[in-house]
Nanobody
């Protein structure tokens, strides 16, 4: 069983930056693909990006490429989402999730709110 806790959300002006963290307990994350997803007000859940268990390959949705980066520190059992050049449309609750390779996300955090003001 993996417990995930996100942190680092908040209110920021457009053009600003935030770094979200996703800390895991209960089990090492080293074998899991880690994803970040978000849900904007009135919208469905959207995939933001993911990082493979080794940390070497990341995958980001086009709308955040060049602005967001994903990294992980398996020694700290933590995954990060660095968000730069934030836009109002990035406003959402951001969730981290864990999946074994090739499988659906199995474990989810409770989410952290990111609000970008114009």
């Amino acid at each position: 069983q993996v417990q995930l806790v996100e942190s680092g959300g908040g209110l920021v002006q457009a053009g600003g930056s935030l770094r979200l963290s996703c800390a895991a307990s209960g089990q090492t994350l080293s074998g899991y693909v880690m994803g970040w997803l978000r849900r904007a007000p009135g919208k469905g859940r959207e995939f933001v990006g993911s990082i493979r268990s080794s940390g070497g390959i990341t995958n980001l949705v086009d709308s955040v490429k060049g602005r967001f980066t994903i990294s992980r520190d398996n020694a700290k059992n933590t995954v990060y989402l660095q968000m730069n050049s934030l836009k109002p449309e990035d406003t959402a609750v951001y969730y981290c999730a864990a999946a074994l390779p090739g499988q659906s996300y199995e474990y989810w955090g409770q989410g952290t709110q990111v609000t970008v003001s114009s």
